[in-house]
């Protein structure tokens, strides 16, 4: 198998926060992902979203510019949570894929999108993107894409979702 772990990430209806999405079912085999779970939980306030402890989120949104001119210029989104997780390549607009490289490590990561638009810079609720982690192949993952675009990693894809687990079970 080229493709390692899945992760389910949701625009949450009624958040507050523009651009983050929830992680609704994981394998939690990605020490990457899974050491960005929250410590402790905190209380909603008018200007902050609820935060269960152990339960994970990031920000899907425009790469900002003190990200770095390079990665700028290459991206339109990012994933990120204080500091950039990953660019999102989208190189054909046309299709709901995309693909990028988990800051630090050697791992490419497959990006698959259901109704995740923008208004006013807010991500659209109900949208989601599902992340397939490729350990090892951050030089492949153009590779990866195309593999992805012909349908080719269908069947790996489908074995990590039925692997994953619903986050309220966790």
């Known amino acids: 198998m080229i493709l390692t772990d899945y ?22 085999t990605y020490d990457h992902f899974e050491c960005l779970r929250a410590r402790r939980s905190s209380k909603r306030t008018g200007k902050r979203d609820e935060i269960a402890a152990g339960s994970l989120f990031i920000h899907y949104s425009d790469v900002p510019t003190s990200f770095g001119g390079d990665v700028h210029r290459k991206a339109d989104k990012c994933l990120s949570k204080g500091e950039n997780i990953s660019s999102v390549y ?18 490419a ?11 006013d810079g807010r991500v659209k609720d109900g949208a989601q993107i599902e992340v397939f982690v490729a350990r090892g192949q951050s030089k492949n993952k153009r590779n990866l ?3 992805l675009s012909d349908g080719e990693l269908d069947a790996e894809m489908e074995q990590l ?3 994953a687990v619903p986050e309220s079970e966790q």
Do not use: Q, W
């Open 7 to 28: 992760y389910k990430f949701e625009k949450i209806a009624g958040s507050i926060s523009k651009t983050r999405i929830d992680c609704t079912a994981s394998t939690r």
């Open 90 to 107: 989208v190189p054909n607009v046309t299709e709901e894929i995309g693909f990028g490289d988990m800051k630090g490590t050697t791992d």
């Open 109 to 119: 990561l497959l990006f698959v999108f259901h109704d995740c638009d923008f208004t």
């Open 145 to 147: 894409y195309i593999l």
């Open 161 to 163: 979702r039925k692997k």
